[in-house]
């Protein structure tokens, strides 16, 4: 199974379109105002990104549902505004009781804030298990390397040499 | 199969690139896994997520996700030629927004010529009539629950017999494999890996799965097969709690591996301070790029055919068709590589301003790039607020 496209060049066939249409002044945002342009650069790269993975990985269909609602301010990290659990996934308390343990007597970093925050920086993250967390996690890293290569390589392409 | 959906969402095309991350798990066959759940994955969710996506607001990726996702809609015929009119136009870098292609992307058909320039049109005529029987018939057994992905992946294994497509790998791998490698702990641990992909399962059944090896035939329900090792706590509690806990240090491995300069941090809770500062960086690093991109372009009108290639940095700006190749631009600062954000000085003086009319701008280009640029340099003299994550 050879990969001749890959993550890279689909999401940056996607992207530098819709950087095109930003640029030709086409993209009318749902809100009333008007979204500054790296503010829709920004949320363009996190729709690209999640539109060439798919919806095969939980983080990227949550960025696609959230940019969906039209919360293009919140599009590109946080999952507040969303209902936790929306689609009735198994509570995470379940497994953070199970993770408290006695081996980790790091109470001061606190191991479950820490994982309450990379719930809360992957997207997605709120309603699942640690262990997919950190799944999800992992291929979003991976996207998000991808993700800013590609940009800062158009970055570099397009400042005078 | 994965070749004939590559036109489906545009996964499939992923899905190699994504295999190279279950691939570092240790185990045996761990790809395979991985492949059948993506390549399931990837046709399951169409009944979601094409409800209602046409009706979405026309904002920049809407109509791009929203058909993007759908099953060839009926336009992607169209979009085939489309894209191949387009690539045909490609030298051509005046091309302003009448450009027929860009027409095209904005009467919000954009996602097919999309989808028909990952493949070609005769993938999707493949694809088209190898993945949907089996995707329709797939969520036909599924019984259309309401989780979708989730409870679709938690299909039952009764019907292994007769869905050998790999749509439905996950569940298809665990039925046979129990009985073929029910002793290595690379078995017992790929059923927890899949297992836990599917989190309304309850404990208790996992458990008592361990006693018998008839799980699979239980309706709506997986059995983990778990063999407790020698020497160690047999009770259902513990035997759960170390199924997790080999989870999330397999996972955490693998995390070490991505972050770079991890290698030699043990432990969890430092380990997961690095992946979150990790994460927060690139995504700064997103934020910072864009802001960028926001003032430098003039993007002239992209080709969809062939749009820059990978190793744009080997590229010569006067050969191809973007049209920048005069210095003049703007003393945008080149950034050091690397996360430093550093300074971002925007001083367009005069005269470099007035070269840019001199570039073959469609005039109507040209005015929006004059107000982005006045606008935008306001915005990036700002102080660093935009950088802060917006919490």
């Known amino acids: 199974m050879t990969n001749p496209g890959g993550l890279r060049s689909s999401f940056a066939r996607i992207f530098l379109r819709s950087l095109s249409r930003i640029n030709s002044g086409r993209v009318s945002s749902s809100r009333g105002r008007t979204?500054?342009?790296?503010?829709?650069?920004?949320?363009?790269?996190?729709?690209?990104?999640?539109?060439a993975v798919g919806t095969r990985r939980a983080w990227s269909r949550e960025v696609l549902r959230r940019i969906r609602r039209g919360g293009a301010r919140r599009a590109s990290r946080r999952t507040s505004e969303f209902p936790v659990g929306r689609k009735g996934r198994k509570e995470p308390g379940n497994g953070k009781k199970l993770k408290k343990e006695a081996g980790d007597g790091n109470e001061g970093s606190s191991i479950q804030g820490m994982r309450k925050k990379l719930r809360r920086l992957v997207p997605g993250g709120e309603g699942m298990e640690f262990h997919r967390l950190l799944a999800e996690t992992a291929h979003y890293i991976k996207c998000l390397k991808t993700q800013v290569g590609v940009m800062r390589s158009i970055a570099d392409y397009y400042t005078p040499v | 199969m994965d070749t004939t959906c590559r036109g489906n969402v545009g996964v499939q095309m992923d899905g190699d690139g994504n295999l190279s991350f279950p691939s570092s798990i240790a185990m045996p066959s761990a790809t395979s896994v991985e492949a059948l759940m993506i390549s399931k994955a990837s046709v399951?969710?169409?009944?979601?997520f094409s409800a209602g996506w046409d009706s979405l607001v026309q904002f920049g990726h809407h109509e791009r996700m929203g058909s993007q996702i759908e099953p060839f809609g009926p336009n992607h015929l169209p979009a085939g030629n489309q894209v191949t009119r387009g690539s045909d136009s490609f030298p051509f870098p005046g091309q302003s927004a009448?450009?027929?292609?860009?027409?095209?992307?904005?009467?919000?058909?954009l996602s097919e010529a999309v989808v028909g320039s990952l493949s070609m049109p005769e993938f999707m005529g493949i694809s088209d009539s190898g993945c949907l029987p089996s995707f329709g018939s797939y969520m036909n057994d599924a019984g259309g629950r309401g989780e979708g992905i989730r409870t679709s992946e938690c299909h039952d294994s009764d019907d292994d017999t007769g869905r050998k497509s790999p749509t439905n790998g996950r569940t298809r791998k665990r039925s046979p494999d129990p009985r073929s490698s029910y002793g290595p702990n690379e078995a017992e641990k790929k059923q927890k890996h899949e297992k836990d992909e599917c989190p309304s399962v309850p404990k208790q059944i996992t458990r008592q799965s361990k006693y018998e090896s008839t799980g699979e035939e239980a309706p709506k329900e997986n059995y983990i097969h778990v063999r407790a090792r020698r020497g160690q706590a047999t009770n259902s509690h513990s035997l759960a709690e170390r199924i997790r806990?080999?989870?999330?240090?397999?996972?955490?491995k693998l995390l070490q591996e991505l972050v770079p300069g991890c290698s030699k941090i043990t432990g969890k809770a430092v380990m997961l301070d690095e992946i979150i500062n990790y994460v927060q960086s690139l995504q700064h690093q997103v934020e910072f790029l864009s802001m960028k991109l926001s003032t430098l372009v003039p993007d002239l009108p992209f080709d969809a055919g062939n749009p820059l290639p990978m190793d744009m940095n080997s590229q010569n700006a006067s050969t191809t068709t973007m049209g920048l190749s005069n210095p003049g631009i703007g003393s945008f600062q080149n950034f050091p590589r690397g996360m430093s954000k550093g300074a971002l000085p925007i001083s367009l003086s005069a005269a470099q301003y007035l070269s840019l009319s001199q570039l073959p701008f469609d005039s109507e280009l040209h005015a929006l790039y004059q107000m982005g640029f006045d606008s935008n340099s306001a915005d990036i003299l700002k102080p660093r607020e935009h950088l802060k994550p917006e919490q």
């Open chain 2, 245 to 252: 806990r080999e989870k999330i240090s397999e996972r955490m």
């Open chain 1, 35 to 51: 979204l500054p342009k790296h503010r829709s650069i920004s949320i363009a790269a996190y729709a690209s990104m999640a539109s």
């Open chain 2, 98 to 109: 009448t450009d027929p292609g860009l027409a095209y992307f904005g009467s919000g058909n």
């Open chain 2, 44 to 48: 399951a969710p169409h009944p979601i």
